[in-house]
């Protein structure tokens, strides 16, 4: 079930009224029952697969944690990372390789003939996979202990709040919450509520509004002008970001109505002012998973700068396969990877003029210079990851760099292929502006409470309330229109 689907909606406030009923003893029993109803309701046989992966870990790390033998831990860590990426490598990238090889028979005149496999994709398999192997690693490095309770190490895997679309949470982060007796907090409640009203409202007015546009035009590319196409694929830029956060949010929240605190996932990646810091604030837990357990084994920055950026590349090309079975992402990835090693070459001899000629690049206006180039970069990426192709790639590029024009006529032709009218286009206006305003809901006492956006003083509480009611006026309201006119998606990293 998706979290903006009435049946999440009766789902979640069960589940947590039953949490708190039950007595301690039982509780990770419903929420493991809980947890694969809600993981089965996509597909029942998904369970096997995940149950394959949950059960190659936990036997795994009991004999990891029983040996000495420093050759028979490599055996398991090895049998464990054979099975779980090899499920992974099977069930999401074997058509991609599949129609790679083809793909080279045919330039050498070779086999015409598609060849596609009928296998469906497990709902959130990188995730889990990840999350499942950062275990094993830790408990074969002795960072953390083989946990004995296979029902506890089985709700970690497949946790409900963060099973499909993260965060990605080690095993030291989330297992020692799932087991540590949780009392009843107003404050958990409030600070999950405020989770919830912040991701949903990401997704359901502001991800999904973006997506109608965005699809209208990369649907007919051909037709669009520049402008379109430059507008689509900013707007992309916040759909993904407000539909990834989103879920986000709404696991945050979800986990923190029962207590347990969630790694935050975002810190506001759209104010970033260089590629490094943009990847350090997106999708943090998979950049530190990515960070741990491959750039650092591959030497990291310990062995030379052409080292460091040969690593630099490998960690994010590998990063854009992972998020999809597609060319065009691992070109994203690519690109991305660029950018960062060009960030990495420059940085030493552009701080060294600045320091030369008296230039603050923390001064707000060349933060904010620096910050508007990064997003232009960043929308020009977003081709690579919005397009379904190579050859969508090469189109959209042609367009947004040969259609440009002025006149009426030519803005009215870049909102006709966006399908935008005047209204559409206040309100869209209004939701992106509302959506910086989402972090001015009142801080928590923890690091997981929602970061206020600059210069947004802390609400009282009876405005706090007031946010309350509007938030989910909004949300509702949204969430009904897009429902009657079918606009209703589910969130796109479902799919990784």
């Given at each position: 079930m998706n979290f903006n689907s009435l049946e999440f909606l009766i789902f979640l406030p069960v589940v947590v009224a039953l949490y708190w009923v039950l007595p301690f003893k039982v509780r990770w029993v419903l929420l493991l029952a809980a947890s694969l109803f809600f993981y089965m309701s996509w597909n029942v046989w998904l369970i096997v697969l995940i149950g394959i992966t949950t059960v190659t870990a936990y036997v795994a790390a009991i004999c990891i944690s029983r040996t000495q033998s420093v050759r028979v831990k490599k055996a398991w860590l090895i049998a464990t990372l054979v099975i779980c990426f090899g499920i992974l490598i099977f069930f999401k990238y074997i058509n991609f390789l599949i129609e790679s090889v083809v793909g080279v028979i045919r330039l050498f005149g070779g086999a015409q003939d598609d060849i596609v496999l009928n296998i469906l994709l497990p709902v959130g398999i990188s995730f889990y996979t990840f999350q499942t192997l950062s275990y094993v690693i830790d408990v074969y490095r002795g960072d953390y202990p083989a946990e004995k309770h296979f029902g506890y190490f089985a709700l970690y895997v497949t946790y409900f709040p963060q099973l499909v679309a993260g965060p990605i949470e080690k095993p030291g982060t989330l297992l020692p919450q799932l087991r540590t007796e949780h009392?009843?907090?107003?404050?958990?409640?409030?600070?999950?509520?405020?989770?919830?009203?912040?991701?949903?409202?990401?997704?359901?007015?502001?991800?999904?509004?973006?997506?109608?546009?965005?699809?209208?035009?990369?649907?007919?590319?051909?037709?669009?002008?520049?402008?379109?196409?430059?507008?689509?694929?900013?707007l992309f830029l916040f759909q993904i970001y407000n539909d990834f956060a989103?879920?986000?949010?709404?696991?945050?929240?979800?986990?923190?109505?029962?207590?347990?605190?969630?790694?935050?996932?975002?810190?506001?990646?759209?104010?970033?002012?260089?590629?490094?810091?943009?990847?350090?604030?997106?999708?943090?837990?998979?950049?530190?998973?990515?960070?741990?357990?491959?750039?650092?084994?591959?030497?990291?920055?310990?062995?030379?700068?052409?080292?460091?950026?040969?690593?630099?590349?490998?960690?994010?090309?590998?990063?854009?396969?992972?998020?999809?079975?597609?060319?065009?992402?691992?070109?994203?990835?690519?690109?991305?990877?660029?950018?960062?090693?060009?960030?990495?070459?420059?940085?030493?001899?552009?701080?060294?003029?600045?320091?030369?000629?008296?230039?603050?690049?923390?001064?707000?206006?060349?933060?904010?210079?620096?910050?508007?180039?990064?997003?232009?970069?960043?929308?020009?990426?977003?081709?690579?990851?919005?397009?379904?192709?190579?050859?969508?790639?090469?189109?959209?590029?042609?367009q947004m760099f040969t259609g440009w024009g002025i006149g009426a006529d030519y803005f009215?032709?870049?909102?006709?292929?966006?399908?935008?009218?005047?209204?559409?286009?206040?309100?869209?206006?209004?939701?992106?502006?509302?959506?910086?305003?989402?972090?001015?809901?009142?801080?928590?006492?923890?690091?997981?409470?929602?970061?206020?956006?600059?210069?947004?003083?802390?609400?009282?509480?009876n405005a706090t309330v007031s946010v309350f009611i509007y938030g989910v006026m909004a949300v509702a309201l949204c969430w009904l229109a897009l429902l009657a006119s079918s606009d209703v998606s589910s969130f796109a990293y479902f799919q990784f």
């Open positions: 009392k009843f907090n107003a404050d958990d409640v409030f600070e999950g509520g405020k989770w919830l009203l912040s991701g949903f409202f990401r997704k359901c007015v502001v991800a999904d509004f973006c997506g109608i546009f965005v699809d209208k035009v990369y649907a007919d590319l051909a037709s669009a002008n520049a402008l379109a196409v430059f507008i689509a694929s900013a989103g879920y986000s949010e709404i696991a945050l929240g979800s986990a923190r109505l029962m207590g347990v605190k969630l790694s935050q996932n975002f810190d506001r990646p759209l104010t970033s002012a260089s590629f490094t810091e943009f990847f350090r604030r997106w999708h943090i837990t998979l950049n530190q998973w990515f960070t741990q357990y491959v750039y650092i084994p591959l030497g990291g920055n310990r062995k030379g700068l052409p080292r460091k950026l040969l690593n630099t590349m490998v960690v994010f090309a590998l990063c854009g396969l992972w998020h999809g079975a597609n060319w065009t992402f691992v070109l994203w990835g690519l690109a991305a990877g660029v950018f960062v090693c060009i960030e990495s070459l420059l940085r030493k001899p552009s701080q060294a003029f600045c320091q030369k000629h008296g230039i603050d690049l923390e001064n707000p206006a060349i933060r904010l210079l620096r910050q508007a180039v990064v997003f232009l970069l960043f929308v020009f990426c977003c081709v690579l990851f919005r397009a379904q192709n190579i050859a969508e790639i090469g189109l959209a590029y042609r009215a032709k870049a909102f006709e292929s966006l399908g935008m009218d005047g209204m559409q286009f206040i309100l869209l206006i209004l939701s992106l502006v509302a959506m910086a305003f989402v972090y001015s809901l009142p801080r928590g006492k923890d690091k997981n409470a929602l970061p206020l956006e600059g210069g947004c003083a802390a609400l009282s509480r």
